[in-house]
């Protein structure tokens, strides 16, 4: 058995739908309580693994939908700051002179 994490992709270079599917293959063979304790202890191992893996893709793509859509994940809407120049400062058009 110990061929089998030799041959499975890093966490790192699988897809989330790969991941999440091979994660609930690992919470069902563990429930199964069919393997022994150091095999156990390898696909917990491995789980954590992907489990890290769907947490950043997920994260990631929580930051894309919030730039995206203007608002955080509370709801509140993102701000950025104004241009903070007087508008008594800024030059006025030429056709804006006549008017002085």
């Known amino acids: 058995m110990a061929n089998d994490t030799a041959e499975k992709p890093s966490p790192t270079d699988i897809s989330f739908e790969d991941a999440l599917q091979a994660l609930q293959g690992i919470v069902e063979s563990l429930e199964s309580g ?30 894309r939908i919030e730039t995206l859509t203007g608002v955080d994940s509370n709801g509140n809407p993102i701000t950025e700051p104004l241009d903070n120049e007087a508008t008594i400062d800024k030059q006025p058009d030429a056709d804006d002179a006549s008017l002085f």
């Open 34 to 63: 069919s393997l022994g304790l150091e095999e156990s202890l390898a696909r917990f191992e491995e789980g954590i693994g992907l489990l890290g893996t769907c947490s950043n893709v997920l994260g990631q793509a929580e930051q």
